[in-house]
DNA sequence: CAGAATCCTCAAAGATACTG
DNA sequence: CAGTATCTTTGAGGATTCTG
């Protein structure tokens, strides 16, 4: 799926950071707690080259770069909120499952 | 997310191929084209462990097992449904701009 | 500050062979 | 038929260093 390279543990996280308003890179780091600087830059990356979220250059001293969401990125939402409602929903449908399957198997 | 464990390539070709009705692990198969029998095993425990779809041994001889997509498993229609009218709707727009990146960078 | 480059490790994917 | 077991290979991810 398409979804899956925007729907990613990261992804995720980030667009949900750049959701209320453009950061710059650290900023988006520090409110990612434990992504490293490589899996960072490579996730934003990805978004900026679909489209997902904008990238913007501010060439004062010292260089800043800002991230901002996309209107293509804000349409996510509706799909993002159907995923989250089902989740809630189901959820402990789901871990009842999990737990039924490994007592089978002893877990 | 935990939608990422249902929502994988195979694990969304699989749901698919269950969606008409139940399958045995072999014509599951041959309708993945490509799926090695170690990645479907995989893939269908998991399914089954999250409640996804249901397995049923059919002691016959020779042995048979059929798989079937559970009650939860059919409530990722909406979600399903939802994602794929996104991806529709915008996929147009997200090549778009995969193509102005690589653009932009000599690809 | 924002990121590219490098090295390393370890877990997942694939191929092959075997079995109840 | 429906898997399990084993071995190998590949590559994603982390840590570290360097730079415009």
Redesign the interface.
Known sequence: ????QI???WS?LILAALCDGPLRFNAVRRRLDGITQKALTQALRRL????IVERRVVTDAPIAVEYSISP?GR??E??FR??NA??H???P??E???A???ERRGA
Chains 1, 2 share one sequence.
């Open positions: 799926m398409l979804l899956d729907a990613d543990k995720v900026e080259r679909n489209g293509l349409s996510l509706e799909p159907v995923i089902w989740t929903r189901h959820l449908e789901v009842q499952a999990r039924a399957f490994d």
